[in-house]
């Protein structure tokens, strides 16, 4: 489904960047970031958000061709080479960034003091 997710964010980004020069480019690769940022963190690892970019760069892949009738929905102009490449930059920085691991904490309500850091050990003289 990310990948799907990605297609249409694609599209989108594709379609709209060239809308109101700088912002529309701006606006198409903050959307990106953040539906990328929000895979990696809702996925355990970097798959949802590896599928995502997929689909966005896929698309725009696609797009920044020439169709059969020489028309380019992705023109190689600032705009263009913004979303091109700009797309495929924030990729890379939300794919490497490393996670975030958060320390374990107690409840509040908890009535322990302090916890073991190892089970404790059985003494091999009792029976």
């Known amino acids: 489904m990310a990948i799907l997710g990605g297609v249409v964010i694609g599209l989108m980004g594709s379609f709209t960047h060239q809308s ?3 912002w529309g480019a701006a606006i198409a690769l903050s959307t990106v970031a953040l539906y990328l940022s929000g895979l990696r963190a809702w996925g355990d690892d970097r798959g949802p958000a590896g599928a995502g970019a997929i689909g966005i760069a896929g698309v725009s892949a696609i797009l920044a061709a020439p169709g059969a009738d ?6 190689a102009n600032a705009a263009g080479y913004s979303w091109s490449l700009g797309l495929v930059l924030v990729a890379l920085i939300v794919l490497a960034w490393p996670r975030v691991q958060r320390p374990h904490r107690r ?15 059985k003494d091999p003289t009792a029976p």
Not at 70 to 75: F, H, Q, T, Y
Not at 107 to 121: F, G, H, K, L, Y
């Open 20 to 22: 109101v020069q700088p």
């Open 70 to 75: 020489g028309s380019i929905v992705i023109p």
């Open 107 to 121: 409840p509040t309500s908890s009535i322990e003091t302090t916890a073991p850091d190892r089970p404790e050990e």
